[in-house]
């Protein structure tokens, strides 16, 4: 074999491996590309993935229609019902109930009385749409209603102002109104109301104001045992618990960030009370306590009422 053949083979050799590293190459730079567009596809898909379960509205099973005219209309049922409790705000920061669910003066009380100041922040508990923003002299007075996603419908009530329209979608925490005292009130607070296919069901059951968290990622509604888990969240978190206060005490110091450095005190109402009476307990006068509590004069105190005196 001569040298010029050798040559000629390793020079075919070298080409042979530079034309395959090139063309290697070649469809690496050509495949890139496509790894690009591939991987904007798999990050499209991924989030439309997200948007659908995002948008996942048990409601939708629960509610046959829309409307801007009922703040509830009862309708059946079902026998078991999960409610999602995950991605709340609680209503407000204010952890003092003045009012349980239940019977109440003759009548059912179908929601929880919060304490709240005139301007105190109101905020969605959970992200849903506005069904209703209206008021109702004679009950509600400036109410809003939210049908959330995981299947209820909140109502807050007596508001001073509605921040928000119906047909707006909100997100959990997002303001949508300001305390008040208006409607069938005897004095600033929240009506909180939580209800299930128009149903008002015990919020105890899922909101614990004392500590400012739902009880768990779900509560599991069953008709057959609503009554008793009723009775026990209230007897748990409700006015008059041993968690919430004692029916013994009168002085009460807010938990919550106080308006000022000082402890915000009140006085809860005991069976008998007049304003001057505990105005004269308190050492201050029926005018201050009226001004502090956005009240008149002539109102009809009720035992378990919460009211600041300094």
Sequence with gaps: MNISFLKKISVLAISFCVSTSVSAQDLLAKQAPVDRKMKAVDSMILKKIIEQEERYNPAADLYEDWNNVYAHQETALPDSFRIDLRGFHMPTDSRVLTSNFGARWGRQHKGLDIKVYIGDTIRAAFSGKIRIVKYEPRGYGKYVVIRHHNGLETIYGHMSKQLVVENQ????????????????????????????CGVALNPALM????????????????????????????????VGSSSNDSDQDDELEIATAPRTSAPVHFHKVKKGDTLQAIAR?????IDKLCKLNHIGKNIRLRPGQILKYN
């Design 281 to 285: 307990k308190h050492h201050t006068t």
């Design 207 to 238: 909101f614990d104001f004392r500590n400012q968290d739902v009880v768990g990622d779900f509560y599991m509604f069953r008709r057959n045992k609503y009554a008793s888990e009723s009775a026990m969240a209230t007897r748990l978190r409700g």
């Design 169 to 196: 979608e909100v997100k959990a925490g997002e303001a949508i109104g300001l305390g008040g005292n208006t409607g069938r009130s005897t004095g600033s607070h929240l009506h909180f109301e939580t209800r299930l």
